[in-house]
């Protein structure tokens, strides 16, 4: 008999994904709990800053209610807290960051953009959960949200950063994102938090006909760009796009 997943689910690897229920993009639990004694309204802060990403260019209305949606201070330290809704990434931990919001609303909107998406997207494999924010982001946008995350200290932060969001749509997986997650797969979007010197094949495998791969990657120089990469009936497309700064890409798990 199925067993009834937790929230955040929580797969083996190699696991049960193809199994995961089907559910539909989740609506987050409304705000409640505001931190106490900061002076921070929450939901004000997080409209402010909201404002400032469509003045920047963020134009996909999904992708703005995300961002006004998920309370982002609950992903950080809380010695953090108030710089949480600044548009700068914040430590979370073992050498990591969590990404400025500006760049986890780029990404989720280049991902928007792909061919697949024009009905909304499907299944979305994650490369880097960290604290877990971003993953809660897409789970408003996608069908099913994969987020692997390859230190384990990282992978059972997010699970409980996200266990009371109860977002039946994401899973959330302990192992190497270099090697994918092929019981997911096809996936309409592949989206990487941590920068890598090349593609790794098993991405370009698991991205489905019509489907879309955004990452930070490695060019001449040392520079590390925003990558998109469209699967098409005739192979892969590549757009370099703005460079960005993210945490190196490694293998193995820890
Ligand atoms: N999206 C995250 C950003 C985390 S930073 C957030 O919202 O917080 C990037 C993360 O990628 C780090 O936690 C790092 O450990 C992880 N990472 C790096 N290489 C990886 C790999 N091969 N597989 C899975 N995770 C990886």
């Not at 960290?130 to 946008?141: F, I, N, R, T």
């Not at 090349?198 to 955004?214: E, F, I, S």
């Amino acid at each position: 008999m199925a067993r009834k997943p937790g929230f955040p689910a929580q797969l083996d690897l190699p696991g049960a994904a193809a199994k995961a229920a089907r559910a539909a993009p989740a609506s987050l639990p409304a705000s409640t709990a505001i931190p106490q004694g900061l002076g921070l309204d929450s939901a004000a802060v997080r409209a402010h800053m909201v404002q400032k990403l469509a003045r920047n260019g963020i134009r996909n209305a999904a992708v703005l209610h995300a961002m006004a949606t998920v309370e982002r201070h609950r992903f950080v330290d809380s010695a953090l807290v108030t710089q949480a809704y600044e548009d700068i990434s914040l430590p979370i931990g073992l050498g990591q960051t969590i990404s400025k919001p500006s760049i986890v609303a780029r990404m989720a909107e280049l991902l928007l953009g792909a061919p697949a998406a024009q009905h909304g997207l499907g299944r979305v494999l994650e490369i880097g959960t960290g604290c877990g924010y971003q993953a809660a982001v897409l789970s408003m946008m996608a069908r099913e949200v994969y987020s692997m995350e390859r230190l384990r200290q990282l992978h059972e932060k997010a699970r409980h950063n996200l266990r009371p969001l109860r977002l039946a749509n994401v899973h959330l997986l302990f192992g190497d994102g270099m090697l994918g997650y092929a019981q997911g797969a096809p996936y309409a979007g592949i989206l990487a938090a941590a920068g890598g010197q090349a593609v790794p094949q098993p991405w370009c495998d698991q991205l489905a006909v019509g489907g879309r791969l955004v990452a930070p990657m490695a060019v001449a120089g040392g520079q590390q760009v925003l990558l998109v990469l469209d699967k098409t009936a005739h192979g892969l497309q590549q757009t370099l796009l703005e460079p960005v700064h993210f945490v190196p890409l490694k293998s193995g798990i820890a």
